[in-house]
């Protein structure tokens, strides 16, 4: 894999917040106060259970949200305010997203040549019909379906090939980032791996970075060069994912860790998962700052916290 | 837990040593080409069929059709022809006449009680044949129940069809947009809805003269309003969905995402609606023409047929049935037919 | 596992075979499959989606779709005569009367009044799902076990909150008068447990238990659904794609593919002595914290389409160890050990030897060390 970690970050993500009013009186604070930086080639996996803001911090940096505040850098130009034509028009072909359902992220009326070029066909990115074929043909063959699929609709496929279609789909315009957005969580676990083992090679191609957000973190050790943990919308810890997984500082990432489960039946027979629950911990997440553990190791936390866990 | 599965027979092949080899296939199996072969509209139709009061449904709206636009020209008879020397005549069919039915006799009530008559024979006109009898003014019943039936049915596809364009364009967008332009749109909407019907029609018939073109923007103004709910209620399912999302991501504009996106995927419920507002179009249609605000003579719909028809109902009931039975059946049908097309196009039973 | 009574077999599918007539054709979701299942005991059923895994416990469950077609088989389904309780009787099968019927020749209703809920229970993936959103969750736990033992509200609303307080949930008494979407996606599928459990069955199918739920969630789920097994001594049947949630609770697997069982053993035989190349692809498409491979192992392909049957061995085109005999003819069982048999070629004497992919390989090698040093024996 290429990260280059002496270039400028790729996309820089500085004190996102994300809330979405339900009433005049109440909030929804899906994303509180993250920052993060993504290198070129690199992936960054995002891992959080359901509910912990990680699907929102995808959405708001590819702006299908806008923003509450913070400021999101991609490839040198700012993109949470206010997007000015260019900008837009350069954003939607240099960020893609792969989505979570293979069922509801194909559209069931259109054949896959169309929905693969769907970005072709808006951003006019080939000359005649026939560079549009063949664009479509050699990311097909990219992602190991086979050329008469392309006439088929969605439905005739299965969940694992629906994805690869979803994959193709993004990749067609060469993006610089990709944001997977849990985009195996539905997919059997044998699936899973022949989709990751897809992204991996593709990566190494084309160098495209990810930003990988799953809740499954045996795969997302796999795949992720760094990781970031994600709790009710506050990034607790980063770092990467060699220092993450041997020596993990806060409580939620041990327990996270300590319920991956593992194909060996002695093993997980005698285990015992660690128990964490928020409201019961004593830990308050907006009490947190930022606390350099090493390298590029962060935990968020207090200063108290911080000299207990270490 | 019994061991063999296969249970050998006289056919099955006898493996020989040669078939212990690796298979070379390590090449090909990186290509999936698994595919499953079904196509959706392939598998609507197959469901439409089984269900047999929606075939019975469509045969009957093909038949009514054919001869509304096939039955005013089977015989020398027009519409408008008439001929007072032979008006209020009842049904009479050659060869079937033979068997006593549709022979051309009537019963009159008169004063001195009950009488059978049958004026073919009393005027001398052995050589005359009203299929379905002829009215007050000696206009073929059975050309006016075509006729009118082609008139009706235009009357109601073409407002039908108006309206989903109108209908349908005005839900998505009000739809898709949300917010502020959803409220605006949902209270001129609400308005609209608010207006009773006859009023509307009486209004525009002041102003318009009545006929065919005015009818049809009279229901096009008040049937929209169920199509652009059934249209919004869909979007709003629909607009939230990963395809959709994806499509925004690819920079799709938002006209894109709505009709070329969203639309394919609703066009099930909307055929739907379409089939359902086509039997209260024509019910509308002859209401208004019942109440006499419909088409002017001498043409006829089936509304002004009934209502012609109600006029004689006592002295010569025959000259109602053709009409009401065709209205009747059309109208059935349609249902049937919209019944029909909305379980194949949305099937709530998952089949394994 | 070492219970000193002896178990009574409670399950024993045999030879099932179901075909389901859809609009594109006849599909044969299911051919010929055998599993048994004793007391006490959990039988995993492992498989991608679309490998009939489900429609083998519907079939169990008498809710087949309407248009399925059994072929053949018979599901016997083993019951004591004089159980009458509601609540579960430890010392219930010391004189036991064993009854037996065969599930696919009762009639819907025999089965929905003896079987379903009562002996029989079921656990849906999708907690949201199973539950009803117009009902509290108090209505929902009581509703079976007034309809199937007849008994008082009070007796079961106390009944219910006992239940909940057993399957881990705190201020039961509240949480009876809530409706399921002001609950956790965790706390509905210990309602769901729970209701399941409040008839007291025997047998407990859980359909993906844990797929829609985070994984420090899901541990816990299974701790609770083994703790419950343990205490009730009730039989348990997993369906899923998850090796790792086998691990977890299995003592025997089946392995499924295109409506087969293709290898079946107990649970170390199957993640330390895998015979079946399709075993193989699922063991080793688990990355697992130690794996450092560049490239995890994975099958290849997609499941196949049921409605066009193959030729030979259904797994053929996706096995890179096939055959030449693999597309003529379909392997047979072919037996390993007692318990463990596997459906390839390469287990024929006349086959080449074939090992495991070598990443496997030194997986499990790594796996039999660990286990050896926690003190257990392999």
Same mark, same amino acid.
């Given at each position: 894999?290429?990260?280059?970690?002496?270039?400028?970050?790729?996309?820089?993500?500085?004190?996102?917040?994300?809330?979405?009013?339900?009433?005049?009186?109440?909030?929804?604070?899906?994303?509180?106060?993250?920052?993060?930086?993504?290198?070129?080639?690199?992936?960054?996996?995002?891992?959080?259970?359901?509910?912990?803001?990680?699907?929102?911090?995808?959405?708001?940096?590819?702006?299908?949200?806008?923003?509450?505040?913070?400021?999101?850098?991609?490839?040198?130009?700012?993109?949470?305010?206010?997007?000015?034509?260019?900008?837009?028009?350069?954003?939607?072909?240099?960020?893609?997203?792969?989505?979570?359902?293979?069922?509801?992220?194909?559209?069931?009326?259109?054949?896959?040549?169309?929905?693969?070029?769907?970005?072709?066909?808006? !951003? !006019?990115?080939?000359?005649?019909?026939?560079?549009?074929?063949?664009?479509?043909?050699?990311?097909?063959?990219?992602?190991?379906?086979?050329?008469?699929?392309?006439?088929?609709?969605?439905?005739?496929?299965?969940?694992?090939?629906?994805?690869?279609?979803?994959?193709?789909?993004?990749?067609?315009?060469?993006?610089?980032?990709?944001?997977?957005?849990?985009?195996?969580?539905?997919?059997?676990?044998?699936?899973?791996?022949?989709?990751?083992?897809?992204?991996?090679?593709?990566?190494?191609?084309?160098?495209?970075?990810?930003?990988?957000?799953?809740?499954?973190?045996?795969?997302?050790?796999?795949?992720?060069?760094?990781?970031?943990?994600?709790?009710?919308? !506050?990034?607790?810890?980063?770092?990467?994912?060699?220092?993450?997984?041997?020596?993990?500082?806060?409580?939620?990432?041990?327990?996270?860790?300590?319920?991956?489960?593992?194909?060996?039946?002695?093993?997980?027979?005698?285990?015992?998962?660690?128990?964490?629950?928020?409201?019961?911990?004593?830990?308050?997440?907006?009490?947190?700052?930022?606390?350099?553990?090493?390298?590029?190791?962060?935990?968020?936390?207090?200063?108290?916290?911080?000299?207990?866990?270490? | 837990?019994?061991?063999?599965?296969?249970?050998?027979?006289?056919?099955?092949?006898?493996?020989?040593?040669?078939?212990?080899?690796?298979?070379?296939?390590?090449?090909?199996?990186?290509?999936?080409?698994?595919? +499953?072969?079904?196509?959706?509209?392939?598998?609507?139709? +197959?469901?439409?069929?089984?269900?047999?009061?929606?075939?019975?449904?469509?045969?009957?709206?093909?038949?009514?059709?054919?001869?509304?636009?096939?039955?005013?020209?089977?015989?020398?008879?027009?519409?408008?022809?008439?001929?007072?020397?032979?008006?209020?005549?009842?049904?009479?069919?050659?060869?079937?006449?033979?068997?006593?039915?549709?022979?051309?006799?009537?019963?009159?009530?008169?004063?001195?009680?009950?009488?059978?008559?049958? #004026? #073919?024979?009393?005027?001398?006109?052995?050589?005359?044949? #009203?299929?379905?009898?002829?009215?007050?003014?000696? $206009?073929?019943?059975?050309?006016?129940?075509?006729?009118?039936?082609?008139?009706?049915?235009?009357? +109601?596809?073409?407002?039908?069809?108006?309206?989903?364009?109108?209908?349908?364009? #005005?839900?998505?967008?009000?739809?898709?947009?949300?917010?502020?332009?959803?409220? %605006?749109?949902?209270?001129?909407?609400?308005?609209?809805?608010?207006?009773?019907?006859?009023?509307?029609?009486?209004?525009?018939?002041?102003?318009?003269?009545?006929?065919?073109?005015?009818?049809?923007?009279?229901?096009?103004?008040?049937?929209? %309003?169920?199509?652009?709910?059934?249209?919004?209620?869909?979007?709003?399912?629909?607009?939230?969905?990963?395809?959709?999302?994806?499509? $925004?991501?690819?920079?799709?504009?938002?006209?894109?995402?709505?009709?070329?996106?969203?639309?394919?995927?609703?066009?099930?419920?909307?055929?739907?609606?379409?089939?359902?507002?086509?039997?209260?179009?024509?019910?509308?249609?002859?209401?208004?023409?019942?109440?006499?605000?419909?088409?002017?003579?001498?043409?006829?719909?089936?509304?002004?047929?009934?209502?012609?028809?109600?006029?004689?109902?006592?002295?010569?009931?025959?000259?109602?049935?053709?009409?009401?039975?065709?209205?009747?059946?059309?109208?059935?049908?349609?249902?049937? %037919?919209?019944?029909?097309?909305?379980?194949?196009?949305?099937?709530?039973?998952?089949?394994? | 596992?070492?219970?000193?009574?002896? =178990?009574?077999?409670?399950?024993?599918?045999?030879?099932?075979?179901?075909?389901?007539?859809?609009?594109?054709?006849?599909?044969?979701?299911?051919?010929?499959?055998?599993?048994?299942?004793?007391?006490?005991?959990?039988?995993?059923? &492992?498989?991608?989606?679309?490998?009939?895994?489900?429609?083998?416990?519907?079939?169990?469950?008498?809710?087949?779709?309407?248009?399925?077609?059994?072929?053949?088989?018979?599901?016997?389904?083993?019951?004591?005569?004089?159980?009458?309780?509601?609540?579960?009787?430890?010392?219930?099968?010391?004189?036991?009367?064993?009854?037996?019927?065969?599930?696919?020749?009762?009639?819907?209703?025999?089965?929905?009044?003896?079987?379903?809920?009562?002996?029989?229970?079921?656990?849906?993936?999708?907690?949201?799902?199973?539950?009803?959103?117009?009902?509290?969750? /108090?209505?929902?736990?009581?509703?079976?076990?007034?309809?199937?033992?007849?008994?008082?509200?009070?007796?079961?609303?106390?009944?219910?909150?006992?239940?909940?307080?057993?399957?881990?949930?705190?201020?039961?008494?509240?949480?009876?008068?809530?409706?399921?979407?002001?609950?956790?996606?965790?706390?509905?599928?210990?309602?769901?447990?729970?209701?399941?459990?409040?008839?007291?069955?025997?047998?407990?199918?859980?359909?993906?238990?844990?797929?829609?739920?985070?994984?420090?969630?899901?541990?816990?789920?299974?701790?609770?659904?083994?703790?419950?097994? =343990?205490?009730?001594?009730?039989?348990?049947?997993?369906?899923?794609?998850?090796?790792?949630?086998?691990?977890?609770?299995?003592?025997?697997?089946?392995?499924?593919?295109?409506?087969?069982? &293709?290898? &079946?053993?107990?649970?170390?035989?199957?993640?330390?002595?895998?015979?079946?190349?399709?075993?193989?692809?699922?063991?080793?498409?688990?990355?697992?914290?130690?794996?450092?491979?560049?490239?995890?192992?994975?099958?290849?392909?997609?499941?196949?389409?049921?409605?066009?049957?193959?030729? /030979?061995?259904?797994?053929?085109?996706?096995?890179?160890?096939?055959?030449?005999?693999?597309?003529?003819?379909?392997?047979?069982?072919?037996?390993?050990?007692?318990?463990?048999?596997?459906?390839?070629?390469?287990?024929?004497?006349?086959?080449?030897? &074939?090992?495991?992919?070598?990443?496997?390989?030194?997986?499990?090698?790594?796996?039999?060390?660990?286990?050896?040093?926690? /003190?257990?024996?392999?």
């Amino acid at each position: 894999m290429a990260a280059n970690y002496n270039e400028k970050p790729l996309l820089e993500v500085e004190g996102l917040k994300q809330y979405f009013p339900v009433s005049k009186t109440f909030t929804v604070k899906a994303v509180n106060d993250v920052s993060f930086k993504v290198y070129p080639g690199e992936t960054y996996g995002l891992v959080g259970e359901s509910g912990s803001g990680k699907s929102t911090i995808g959405r708001s940096i590819i702006r299908l949200y806008d923003p509450t505040s913070g400021k999101v850098t991609f490839d040198g130009m700012e993109i949470s305010g206010k997007l000015s034509k260019s900008t837009k028009d350069k954003l939607r072909v240099q960020m893609q997203m792969i989505f979570q359902d293979p069922m509801a992220s194909l559209n069931p009326r259109k054949k896959i040549k169309d929905i693969i070029g769907e970005g072709l066909d808006i !951003h !006019h990115s080939y000359k005649n019909k026939q560079e549009r074929e063949e664009k479509i043909e050699a990311i097909l063959a990219k992602v190991g379906l086979a050329k008469e699929h392309a006439d088929r609709y969605p439905h005739q496929f299965s969940g694992g090939q629906r994805q690869r279609v979803g994959i193709a789909r993004a990749l067609i315009q060469n993006p610089k980032l990709v944001i997977a957005d849990e985009c195996i969580s539905a997919l059997d676990v044998s699936i899973q791996a022949q989709v990751v083992n897809l992204m991996k090679d593709i990566q190494e191609e084309t160098g495209t970075a990810y930003l990988f957000i799953a809740h499954d973190l045996s795969m997302v050790k796999y795949i992720s060069d760094r990781i970031g943990v994600l709790h009710l919308g !506050h990034l607790l810890e980063t770092g990467t994912t060699e220092e993450i997984f041997s020596n993990p500082i806060h409580p939620y990432t041990k327990s996270l860790l300590s319920a991956i489960p593992v194909p060996n039946p002695e093993f997980e027979k005698n285990r015992v998962s660690v128990n964490y629950d928020y409201k019961t911990s004593g830990i308050d997440y907006e009490q947190g700052t930022e606390h350099l553990v090493d390298g590029t190791h962060y935990v968020k936390c207090t200063d108290e916290e911080f000299k207990a866990w270490t | 837990m019994s061991n063999e599965s296969a249970v050998l027979n006289q056919n099955e092949y006898i493996p020989t040593d040669a078939d212990f080899v690796l298979k070379k296939n390590n090449a090909d199996i990186e290509v999936d080409s698994n595919f +499953a072969s079904q196509s959706f509209w392939k598998e609507v139709i +197959a469901r439409f069929i089984r269900k047999r009061s929606a075939v019975f449904g469509l045969v009957f709206v093909l038949i009514i059709t054919f001869f509304a636009f096939v039955g005013p020209g089977m015989n020398a008879y027009t519409y408008s022809g008439q001929n007072l020397e032979q008006k209020n005549l009842a049904p009479r069919i050659p060869i079937i006449e033979y068997t006593g039915l549709f022979d051309g006799h009537e019963n009159i009530n008169t004063t001195s009680g009950t009488k059978t008559v049958n #004026y #073919y024979f009393e005027k001398k006109l052995p050589d005359t044949f #009203y299929w379905f009898g002829s009215d007050n003014f000696g $206009r073929d019943i059975w050309t006016r129940t075509w006729s009118g039936a082609q008139v009706s049915l235009i009357i +109601a596809v073409a407002a039908a069809i108006i309206d989903m364009i109108i209908g349908m364009s #005005y839900g998505l967008i009000s739809g898709y947009f949300g917010g502020k332009v959803d409220m %605006v749109m949902q209270r001129i909407l609400e308005i609209a809805n608010g207006i009773p019907r006859l009023v509307i029609v009486t209004l525009l018939l002041l102003v318009f003269k009545p006929g065919m073109i005015t009818i049809i923007i009279a229901l096009m103004l008040t049937e929209w %309003v169920g199509m652009s709910r059934i249209a919004r209620a869909e979007m709003l399912k629909l607009k939230e969905q990963e395809f959709v999302l994806a499509s $925004r991501t690819l920079g799709a504009g938002s006209m894109h995402i709505i009709f070329s996106e969203i639309l394919p995927n609703i066009i099930g419920p909307i055929i739907t609606q379409v089939m359902f507002s086509i039997p209260t179009a024509i019910f509308t249609e002859a209401f208004l023409s019942f109440v006499g605000l419909g088409i002017p003579v001498p043409r006829c719909s089936l509304g002004s047929l009934i209502s012609e028809g109600f006029n004689s109902f006592t002295t010569h009931p025959y000259q109602i049935i053709p009409p009401i039975i065709v209205m009747a059946l059309l109208m059935l049908s349609f249902n049937l %037919v919209a019944d029909g097309l909305r379980e194949a196009l949305d099937p709530k039973l998952k089949e394994m | 596992m070492s219970t000193e009574k002896k =178990k009574e077999k409670i399950l024993d599918i045999k030879n099932l075979d179901i075909t389901f007539d859809t609009t594109a054709g006849k599909v044969h979701a299911i051919r010929g499959i055998n599993i048994d299942l004793y007391q006490g005991e959990t039988v995993a059923i &492992v498989g991608e989606s679309g490998s009939g895994k489900s429609v083998t416990m519907r079939a169990a469950m008498g809710i087949l779709a309407k248009n399925a077609t059994i072929n053949s088989g018979e599901i016997i389904y083993r019951y004591r005569d004089n159980k009458g309780g509601i609540d579960y009787d430890p010392d219930l099968d010391k004189d036991a009367q064993w009854k037996e019927t065969d599930i696919l020749k009762m009639d819907k209703a025999w089965i929905r009044k003896h079987i379903n809920g009562r002996r029989m229970a079921m656990v849906f993936q999708d907690p949201m799902t199973s539950l009803d959103p117009t009902m509290t969750i /108090g209505k929902q736990i009581m509703e079976g076990m007034i309809w199937h033992y007849k008994i008082d509200k009070k007796d079961a609303w106390n009944r219910s909150v006992k239940l909940l307080e057993e399957v881990g949930i705190e201020d039961a008494e509240k949480r009876m008068k809530q409706y399921p979407h002001q609950l956790s996606g965790g706390m509905r599928q210990r309602i769901v447990i729970a209701i399941a459990l409040s008839c007291n069955p025997d047998l407990l199918i859980c359909d993906e238990p844990t797929t829609a739920l985070d994984v420090n969630i899901q541990a816990k789920i299974l701790e609770l659904i083994k703790k419950i097994q =343990k205490e009730r001594n009730i039989a348990v049947i997993y369906i899923t794609h998850d090796l790792g949630v086998v691990a977890k609770v299995a003592d025997y697997v089946n392995v499924m593919y295109a409506g087969k069982i &293709v290898e &079946v053993g107990n649970i170390n035989e199957i993640f330390y002595d895998p015979r079946h190349p399709y075993t193989w692809g699922l063991l080793s498409a688990m990355p697992d914290l130690d794996t450092d491979e560049p490239r995890l192992y994975t099958i290849p392909g997609s499941p196949p389409n049921l409605l066009h049957e193959k030729e /030979g061995d259904a797994f053929a085109p996706r096995n890179a160890y096939a055959l030449e005999i693999d597309d003529k003819k379909e392997p047979p069982m072919f037996e390993i050990t007692e318990t463990h048999k596997a459906a390839t070629w390469l287990l024929d004497p006349r086959a080449p030897k &074939v090992e495991m992919p070598a990443e496997l390989k030194a997986r499990i090698d790594r796996m039999k060390k660990e286990a050896e040093n926690n /003190g257990s024996k392999l």
